[in-house]
């Protein structure tokens, strides 16, 4: 069993910032890659940002500059801190983990529930 949690969404001003965390929990034995992505109303979900376990970062390029992700290896967690946020950034922001778990074989990818970021005045 392997839970993603998402928290840190809320209500922000354009210009203002906001700090995302993710908390993977339950039999994991090594996670490879984590990413945000985020999907707004009526569009399809996108890449936001990905960090690979030696700290590898990639980036939309709507973000690049404004957003930094981290991570955690030994607290398997993922943050995203968002600054200089726009309206544009509003969406449903949501934790993914390409992990191993124990007792199996292969690694395998996993998604939280995502939470809200509202950017408005």
């Known amino acids: 069993q392997v839970q993603l949690v998402e928290s840190g969404g809320g209500l922000v001003q354009p210009g203002g910032s906001l700090r995302l965390s993710c908390a993977a929990s339950?039999?994991?034995?090594?996670?490879?890659?984590m990413a945000w992505y985020r999907q707004a109303p009526g569009k399809q979900r996108e890449l936001v940002a990905r960090?690979?376990?030696?700290?590898?970062?990639n980036y939309a390029d709507s973000v690049k500059g404004r957003f930094t992700i981290s991570r955690d290896n030994a607290k398997n967690t993922v943050d995203l801190q968002m600054n200089s946020l726009k309206p544009e950034d509003t969406a449903v922001y949501y934790c993914n983990a390409d992990l191993k778990r124990y007792y199996f074989s292969t690694r395998g990818d996993y998604w939280g529930q995502g939470t809200q970021v509202t950017v408005s005045s």
């Open positions: 339950g039999t994991i034995s090594y996670i490879y890659v």
């Open positions: 960090i690979s376990s030696g700290n590898s970062e």
